[in-house]
């Protein structure tokens, strides 16, 4: 069936292609009634060409709509062949200076936080960098995609609105021409044709709703029976659910379904089926029925197949549109004027209003199409964007309603076009003035919050999900208004004035529905059961308070518009309190000869809200009134008389006074919903329209009041009107019988009372309030943040309120206030607060919370300690008030309040008879300091005539009236100066009474008495002196106890350690043993330390004693005793590879032997250096397991280790472990027999080498053979002397040691080559081998980077694994197999001394000389045990070791680059040179000439030196950590001669190539048998490439310095799996620089039989396992190790302000630093990822919970 449809449509293509599109236009030109012309055209050949089968072919279709379909209407509309028309089009065409390049998801943006006019105006990357902008403060963000570059735009941009592309192209003439002069008439006329017919056939098509018939002009005879089963995307089904359901219906695999699902995400549908009607009628039955059972299910349509290709063509001729217009302007206005010319029903007909009001009903992918035509076209043309604005506005209504029922995201809906037309100042101005556009956005939102209480206020149900949804996207017209008001007009016309008006009136409306919502009653006896719904009352608030700030901003550019606005609100205000006083009964309170009428209100007994819209809004124009001068200019004009202060005042009071009480805990039984609002109350997001606008309505009512009756009502309001009227109400109130709570309530309500006064008089901040302006407002802000401590630049910005813009005015004032510290490796930098700003900190600092202010009060008064001044924490200055507002001060001297404050300090001196507390006084005494203040500025900036009549300073002297005579204030302040349980407020009180005394000097120097005056002083200063006194006699006391304390304490000390000598003698010796050997080692200093071979120095090893960290027992380690074992973590390593792509193909059948130089997998082992029994380790480790297996009965979770593949915590520092290393002596001492014989030269020794290795072979032939005995009589005599071939020798280690070699063996050899373990496979011992070189190799190289000596800078941790690890390494054979290890012996020897039994061994190129070092030495024992004959180890390690190195100089001169250096007249003629050109010439003789020219004797030993220092280094580590012999003081510095030393502690000669010259007996055969190599010959004549010495060490990749241009990289980077889509996540790694799609359904690939995402398939075969990733739109590091382990890290780029921006949420311009990336470099190089990962899972374990496989 496939085929032949294959065939069909092949035909059919050829067919199709024999069209001509010359022909068609032709024929068109002559037909008198094109439209039917057309449209018969495509009739016929659209179903031809589109959905011919059940997956679309877009390359094929595209191919064949352009020659059919397209072609025609290009050779149409130019009259003639197209390649030829257009380009003449756009050589006539004057370029945009507009840009308009419309954004990809994930593009960078740019916006100029100096420029822009508003936060959504932004450039391209590309006109950002050629802009003045990246000069200036600029904002970066990741677009969402839609939107576009406002390059060009000058209404978009303060200042440089071209960047130097654009700015060529502005015209000179001012005034626009018309585009279309540059078409010829007939060309236009042509143009219009052919766009209204196929734009009206593109909207006719997509907004059909018919399933299976077509329009009737495009229906055809003979349709054929084939249908779609279409399934459309939505936002309500998850993934999972859709790819389920899709393997259900219509049997496919998950891949498939995944394919499926991932296009209906991206294109918002896709067909799943292909057949007749019933066959997908079937499908989309069974999709309905599953996913109906959640919510609504998915959308599934049956569709006919002519209609789905139609509308795909539809979609093709949108996006031709699009690449048409682009080549003229004239095009462009043809295009707009045939979409929004008015159809034939009028209103609302023109093509692109159909388009607009059927967006809710296309699918996503057809939506961006013509959106992004209308971005292009309409918004393009400035004629036709005004035209455009109108008509979006005036469907803005039912625009918006459809988007509040769609279900799909804002940006796939027009209505987020209103961004790109409302943020255009002028357009938004004619849109409010003509289309009257404020007053339809706010009504529109009205209409859609239908709820409403009896008195009309909004009545939210519970906050479900879909509440939660619906109610997001109806705030999306609170961000509509947002934009319309964000540019603020300068000069008004009265149309505008009028139609700004309406729209106030409005939202007043919407404001009053707002006041007194969601009113709370007090619980009372038990607690709320449901906690009633708050959030979303807060939520509109929040939305709405830039909206309220913008408002006012409008209302205070004109003063008739402020002055209506005000009239207006005020009515509100007064609509709203017309039920005032119903039902409360007034009454009269009458203190201090003072009474007020009011009416008896409780806030803990009657309801009560916090949100009061319609006052703040009033309060907010009052202050205007203020700051314009307005209300002095034109009084007459304002309604003050009118007002009504107990009105004005009574509900911001009753809020405070609610916050008071919850406070003091009254409300505790009204649960969590009521904390949450007092919380947003105060928060910065709120409180600017909230809390700062009570306090500013409390003090415009107060400033219109006498202040005795404020103070009076508002007592009565925190019902502590009792307890200041009634004289000895505190005495009764504190008599036992009282309930403590109460006490603590009423004594909470007095200090929250005190608090709100000295914010009604101290809060002078605002512009109009007080003489300041704006930015000393924001600077005190600042002051009071970083008096808490110092901050970071994101805290502080946090901190303070942002604009509309999105900004806080910080950076303008916080140089004035703060100093910046710069940070170090980690953490960021911080703004401490400058010294002489100490002065400005008000302790009651109204934006404090409790917790902020205590931590604040501790800070100020440390640092007052610290400068040794007294720690008094006095008011600061203030600045005056306005007119409007100065009376507020008059609430100081109020007889009321000096009551009150009499009573507080009158309970302080009698302090044990009344309940007060001490926080109570301290604010008294803060009021009095304000107090003291206020009177001193008086004074000091009074002008001559004019009497102040603020005299506090009086009032506080007199003493009480005749009845109670209670003593003065300042009476009681002298008094409570001295009062022993106030020590902590002394300072304070002195600071009053000087200032009290300055303040009187003052007035007396106007007057004169000098008398009262200085008695004043002359008191003052002796108890000043009294009490300076006292400190130093109490400071001496103390200082002599703690002196006789310390004497006591050392002698005990002493005592103690006679009596315990022989323990102390203990501890020395025990810290002796386990510092290194070098500092004990009894050695004459002047005899060479050498490392290995017969002159090897001799080392009294010491006794090592360890205590183990689980039972604390300790022990010596000896051969013989219990083993003690260091946790270990093997892993695999890709770190040294010089080639990433190879990889293990088989690992089963996989021989390690011979390690490739390219180093592409090795086994590195690291460890925390921790030591256990290892039969405690057993314990621990079984409990571990068996824990794990309970666990996975409860719940599945992962835990930071593995517990299957054996890992576990360090159980000292939780360090991920996954074996154990078993601690020894030097093996070699303890096998090593001594011998005095003299020892064979190197020739000698390789001849009985070879010999012993040929009779063993003999002696295998022999078993394998089981031949008769007389053949053995035969072989005896070739065995060379003293070999015994049968001697087995005795294991020198006790049994749990011997477990131990092998737990760590087996471990070693499963990970790496990743097998199931198996101790008696061949491969174990040389897996350990491996295991030693690659650590080694790894640590050498860590060295050379860092520049660090080889020796004696090792981290003990570090040095104790590479110790254990060669030891091990060294026993591991006693464990294995021995013939096995006599044979992998064997087989290395021949791979240097060539054995015609091994043949097929690697080339000499192809072999790391190091790791063959290791394995011939560690391998070497199993041969030299049975040598009698008196040749000791060490000469074989010696030999072995020259012989390597050898070998190593071979591969070095073989691969070495020999270009020349003009450095040859340094000394050319040294040994060493002509040493090295004579090797190199036999070299070459041997070599054939295939070798380079001979170059330079210097350049070559120079290159020798230099490739064969990191082998020397790592032979050091080796032989040292082998044998035991502490390394020379010249190797553990970096110095000169480095190589010289080198060579000696190693035997080896200085001049390397000696070891050539006295071996050359057999050194050059051996050169030639290598050089015979066919890998070698190939490589020579360039057939092959060669690894060539000295390896460079692998780094990281190079990242950019700026991050902007990563962003660019990613966003230009596509889903390699899903055809051209971006991808959403795009991941770089950071070891090899390969971006990849993470996180995404379209690159999940198999991996060990599960499905894992890109980042986890990469890590295999990048990393063996671990990556290290830069996930490029979070700017965030993410650390990979295998499928379940992961965690995220701190990426390396930083802003100017020392901060990372994980989420890249702040935007601020990024760069990288250097010292961080190197940081992460290390972490790579020291195999620490898997270990910074487990610790980040330990430490926080929402991090366990991710699933890691999937990114």
Not at 327 to 355: A, M, T
Not at 1334 to 1345: F, G, K, P, V
Request: hydrophobic share 35%.
């Amino acid at each position: 069936m496939a085929s032949e449809l294959e065939s069909e449509v092949q035909a059919i293509d050829r067919s199709l292609l024999e069209c001509s599109a010359e022909e068609t236009a032709g024929k068109w030109l002559q037909a008198t009634d094109l439209t039917r012309e057309v449209y018969q055209h495509l009739a016929h050949y659209v179903p031809k060409i589109y959905c011919r089968g059940p997956n679309p072919a877009p390359q094929r279709e595209d191919m064949l709509a352009q020659h059919v379909l397209l072609g025609p209407m290009e050779w149409y509309l130019c009259g003639e062949d197209p390649a030829f028309g257009f380009p003449k089009l756009e050589q006539a065409n004057k370029p945009s200076h507009l840009c308009g390049r419309v954004f990809k998801v994930g593009e960078p943006t740019y916006s100029c936080r100096d420029c822009a006019v508003d936060p959504t105006c932004v450039l391209c990357m590309e006109c950002f960098l050629g802009s003045i902008h990246r000069e200036h403060r600029y904002r970066m963000t990741t677009s969402g995609g839609g939107g576009f570059c406002d390059c060009g735009d000058t209404e978009a941009w303060k200042e440089g609105p071209y960047c130097t592309k654009h700015e060529l192209n502005i015209s000179e003439t001012e005034e626009e021409e018309d585009p279309l002069i540059h078409l010829t008439e007939d060309m236009i006329a042509r143009t219009y044709n052919i766009f209204a017919i196929m734009f009206r056939y593109a909207v006719d098509i997509l907004t059909w709703e018919k399933e299976n018939e077509l329009p009737p002009d495009l229906e055809v005879v003979g349709k054929s029976d084939t249908y779609y089963c279409m399934l459309f995307n939505d936002e309500v089904h998850t993934y999972e659910q859709v790819i389920y359901t899709l393997q259900k219906a219509v049997n496919c695999t998950q891949k498939e379904a995944i394919g499926f699902a991932t296009t209906v995400d991206r294109d918002g549908r896709r067909s799943v089926r292909y057949g007749d009607f019933q066959y997908c009628e079937q499908a989309k039955s069974v999709i309905v029925r599953n996913t109906s059972r959640q919510t609504k299910p998915l959308k599934v349509q049956v569709m006919h197949s002519s209609i789905v290709a139609h509308q795909s063509f539809g979609l093709k001729l949108l996006t031709w549109l699009g690449s048409i217009i682009g080549y003229s302007d004239g095009l462009r206005r043809i295009l707009c004027q045939v979409g929004l010319q008015e159809g034939p029903d009028g209103e609302n007909s023109s093509l692109v209003d159909k388009l607009m009001l059927c967006d809710s009903k296309l699918w996503k992918g057809a939506r961006s199409v013509y959106h992004q035509l209308f971005m292009s076209s309409l918004l393009m043309d400035l004629k036709y964007k005004k035209l455009f604005a109108i008509h979006f506005a005036k469907n803005y209504e039912r625009l918006q309603s459809d988007y509040v029922t769609d279900d799909h995201d804002r940006e796939f809906s027009i209505a987020d076009l209103s961004v790109q037309i409302f943020t255009v100042p002028s357009l938004a101005r004619m849109l409010i003035t003509e289309e009257n556009l404020m007053t339809t956005i706010i009504k529109t939102f009205m209409d859609h919050l239908k709820h409403r209480d009896v008195q009309g206020r909004f009545q939210f149900e519970r906050y479900t999900a879909l509440q939660a949804f619906k109610f997001r996207r109806v705030q999306s017209l609170i961000l509509d208004l947002k934009y319309v008001l964000i540019s603020k007009p300068t000069d008004w016309s009265d149309e505008l004035r009028h139609k700004f008006l309406e729209g106030f009136d409005a939202f007043l409306e919407l404001l009053k529905c707002m006041q007194g919502m969601d009113p709370i009653t007090r619980q009372v006896g038990q607690h709320i059961e449901m906690e009633p719904e708050w959030e979303a009352a807060f939520t509109l608030q929040m939305k709405l308070t830039h909206v309220i700030s913008m408002m006012q901003d409008w209302c205070a550019l004109d003063e008739k518009v402020l002055i209506e606005a005000y009239k207006k609100c005020l009515a509100v205000l007064m609509q709203c309190h017309s039920g005032f006083t119903d039902g409360e009964q007034p009454i009269t309170l009458t203190l201090c000869g003072h009474a007020v009428d009011t009416i008896r209100y409780c806030v803990s007994q009657e309801k009560v809200s916090i949100h009061l819209p319609v006052s703040r809004l009033l309060a907010g124009l009052h202050v205007l009134l203020s700051k314009s001068e307005v209300a002095y200019k034109f009084p007459e004009l304002l309604p003050l008389s009118e007002l009504s202060p107990p009105m004005l005042i009574e509900h911001p009071l009753r809020c405070l006074v609610l916050c008071a009480q919850v406070h003091a805990g009254m409300w505790r039984r009204n649960g969590f919903s009521l904390v949450n609002q007092i919380y947003y109350y105060h928060n910065v997001k709120c409180r600017r329209e909230m809390f700062d606008k009570d306090i500013v309505m409390l003090q415009t009512g107060v400033s219109m009041m006498d202040p005795n009756h404020f103070l009076m009502i508002m007592l009565s309001r925190f019902e502590l009107y009792q307890i200041f009227s009634t004289p000895d109400y505190g005495k009764r109130f504190s008599s036992e019988n009282t309930n403590k709570d109460v006490v603590q309530q009423n004594n909470t309500l007095i200090e929250e009372m005190l608090y709100l006064i000295i914010m009604l008089v101290g809060e002078r901040f605002s512009p109009g309030v007080g003489h300041v302006n704006a930015t000393d407002e924001i600077k005190r802000e600042i002051i009071h943040q970083l008096s808490i401590r110092p901050m970071a630049h994101s805290e502080l910005v946090k901190a303070l309120p942002e604009d509309e813009n999105k900004e806080t005015g910080m950076e303008s004032v916080i140089e004035a206030v703060a100093c910046f510290k710069k940070p170090g490796l980690t953490g960021r930098g911080l703004y401490e607060l400058k010294p002489e700003c100490t002065k400005d900190f008000n302790l009651y600092f109204y934006h404090f919370s409790r917790a902020e202010q205590s931590k604040a009060e501790e800070a100020q008064r440390k640092l007052k300690r610290q400068n040794r001044e007294d720690t008094a924490l006095p008011p600061p200055v203030l600045p005056p008030f306005c007119p409007l507002f100065a009376s507020l001060v008059n609430i100081l001297q109020s007889d009321v309040m000096l009551c009150i404050m009499g009573t507080i300090l009158q309970w302080a001196v009698e302090h044990n008879g009344y309940a007060w507390s001490e926080s109570m006084l301290q604010r008294v005494l803060h009021l009095i300091g304000m107090a003291l203040q206020e009177e001193k500025q008086h004074l000091e900036n009074v002008s001559e005539e004019s009497v102040v009549t603020f005299t506090f300073t009086q009032k506080i002297s007199k003493p009480g009236e005749s009845p109670s005579n209670s003593p003065s204030i300042l009476a009681m302040l002298e008094t409570l100066q001295n009062a022993p349980y106030l020590e902590v407020h002394k300072d304070m009180i002195r600071w009053i009474l000087k200032t009290f005394n300055a303040i009187k000097k003052i007035r007396e120097s106007s007057s004169t008495s000098p008398v009262a005056e200085a008695e004043g002083t002359i008191m003052e200063e002796s108890s000043k002196d009294k009490d300076k006194a006292e400190r130093k006699r109490k400071a001496e006391i103390a200082r002599l106890r703690r002196e006789k304390i310390m004497a006591q304490m050392s002698e005990m000390q002493r005592h103690f350690i006679d009596e315990n000598k022989e323990l102390f003698q203990q501890t020395l010796e025990l810290d002796a043993s386990t510092s290194t050997v070098l500092d004990n080692s009894p050695m004459i200093s002047d005899t060479p330390l050498i490392a290995l071979g017969p002159e090897q120095t001799q080392i009294t090893e010491q006794r090592q004693i360890v205590t183990c960290i689980l039972c604390q027992e300790e022990q010596e380690v000896k051969v013989d005793n219990k083993a003690m074992v260091l946790a270990a973590f093997v892993q695999r390593s890709t770190v040294l590879s010089k080639n990433r792509n190879k990889f293990i193909q088989d690992p089963e059948k996989y021989n390690p032997l011979f390690m490739h130089p390219e180093l592409s997998c090795g086994t590195h082992t690291g460890s925390c250096g921790h030591i256990m029994h290892a039969h405690c380790w057993q314990r621990y480790f079984d409990a571990v397991q068996a824990k794990e297996q309970r666990r996975q009965q409860r719940l599945r979770v992962h835990t930071s280790y593995d517990v299957e593949n054996g890992e576990f915590l360090c159980p000292l520092c939780e360090c991920l472990s996954n074996t154990v290393i078993p601690l020894l002596l030097p093996p070699r001492s303890i096998s090593n027999r001594l011998d005095f014989s003299d020892q064979p030269n190197l020739v000698q020794w390789i001849k009985t080498i070879s010999q012993q290795i040929k009779a063993l072979q003999i002696l295998r032939k022999e078993e394998s053979t089981l031949s008769s005995e007389n053949s053995e009589s035969m072989i005896e005599p070739q065995f060379p002397e003293g070999f015994r071939p049968d001697f087995q020798p005795k294991n020198p280690y006790s049994e749990s040691i011997k477990e131990m070699l092998t737990t760590f063996g087996t471990a070693t050899y499963k990970v790496g080559l990743k097998v199931h373990p198996n101790e008696e496979d061949p491969r174990v011992p040389i897996m350990c081998w491996g295991s030693c070189a690659y650590t080694i190799q790894t640590i050498e190289r860590i060295l050379n980077d860092e520049e660090k000596p080889l020796f004696g800078h090792l981290p003990c941790r570090q040095d104790d694994c590479l110790k254990s690890l060669t030891r091990f390494a060294a026993a591991h054979w006693t464990a294995a197999s021995f013939s096995v290890v006599q044979e992998h012996f064997c087989t290395l020897f021949a791979s240097l001394v060539p054995n015609e039994k091994y043949g097929n061994l690697p080339s000499i190129l192809d072999i790391d000389m190091f790791h063959l070092l290791v394995s011939l030495v560690l391998s070497f024992p199993t041969l030299q045990c049975q040598d009698f004959s008196g040749f000791s180890l060490t000469t074989g390690d010696l030999h072995i070791f020259h012989l390597v190195t050898m070998a190593h100089i071979i591969q070095i001169l073989l691969t070495s680059c020999t270009e020349e250096n003009g450095m040859d007249q340094e000394n050319p003629t040294g040994e060493e040179e002509l040493a090295v050109l004579a090797l190199y010439k036999t070299l070459c003789h041997c070599a054939g000439s295939a070798l380079k020219e001979i170059p330079s004797g210097w350049h070559l030993w120079r290159s020798v030196k230099a490739g064969i220092m990191p082998f020397l280094r790592c032979s050091a580590l080796f032989f040292h950590y082998l044998n035991g012999v502490p390394a020379p003081s010249e190797i553990q510095v970096i110095g000169a001669n480095q190589f010289e030393h080198l060579c000696s502690y190693l035997s080896l000669p200085s001049n390397l190539i000696c070891l050539f010259q006295e071996n050359s007996k057999i050194m050059n055969t051996l050169i030639e048998s290598w050089c015979n190599n066919n890998e070698v010959k190939k490589y020579l004549e360039g057939g092959r490439q060669a690894i060539s010495y000295a390896r460079e060490s692998n780094k990281l990749i190079d990242l950019p310095d700026d991050y902007s241009s990563l962003i660019n990289q990613a966003s230009n980077f596509s889903c390699p799996k899903s055809g051209g889509d971006k991808s959403r996540a795009p991941t770089l790694c950071l070891v090899c620089g390969t971006m990849l799609c993470s996180q995404s359904y379209c690159c999940q690939t198999e991996l060990e039989g599960e499905d894992v995402g890109a980042c986890t398939a990469h890590t295999y075969t990048c990393g063996s396992g671990v990556g290290i990733f830069l996930r490029v739109r979070e700017c965030q590091v993410l650390f990979l190790a295998g499928k379940t382990k992961g965690c995220f890290y701190a990426p390396p780029y930083l802003d100017d302000y020392g901060e990372t921006d994980q989420g890249l949420r702040r935007g601020n311009p990024l760069h990288l630093c250097k010292e961080r990336f190197k940081k992460i470099q290390k972490l790579w190089q020291q195999h620490s990822i898997t270990e910074e990962i487990g610790h980040a899972q330990e430490a926080n374990q929402t991090l366990v919970g991710i699933d890691w496989q999937h990114l």
